[in-house]
């Protein structure tokens, strides 16, 4: 999609009606549509290039990645009280299990838990955008 504002709102759409699809349960689908809506955001606001947003489920987690053509990763910032902006990172903190960037900056990524108790953590050498711990 093309950096605009107006893609924010389709990514939080197209999520929720794939998220429906995978039959996720609404609680997780709102998290990761705020998540979403935040990536998005980010990747629009701060990076460069078209954005692209990709989706993976199993039975342990959901991946969110967004991706865009900045080489400049996405960080946490601190936000003061009178600030509009700035708390995005963190509430994508609070709501994942992880969160971190890929690809040399270019993606950042989420991972929600699906089921109350985690399977156990898989060391593995796949690519950083394959992050399993």
């Known amino acids: 999609m093309e950096p605009a ?16 699809q995978w039959s996720v349960p609404d609680a997780l689908a709102e998290d990761a549509r705020l998540v979403v809506s935040e990536l998005v955001s980010n990747a629009i606001t701060h990076g460069s290039g078209d954005v692209r ?21 996405a960080r946490r910032r601190r936000a003061g009280a009178s600030d509009r902006g700035g708390r995005g990172l963190h509430l994508v903190a609070r709501l994942s299990l992880r969160w971190g960037t890929a690809d040399d900056g270019r993606t950042t990524y989420a991972v929600i838990p699906t089921l109350t108790e985690a399977p156990p953590c898989r060391r593995t050498t796949r690519s950083s955008l394959d992050p399993t711990c």
């Open 5 to 20: 504002g107006v893609h924010v709102a389709q990514a939080r759409r197209t999520t929720v009606t794939v998220l429906s």
């Open 53 to 73: 947003l990709r989706l993976w489920h199993d039975n342990y987690e959901l991946r969110i990645w967004v991706t865009d053509d900045s080489a400049a990763p």
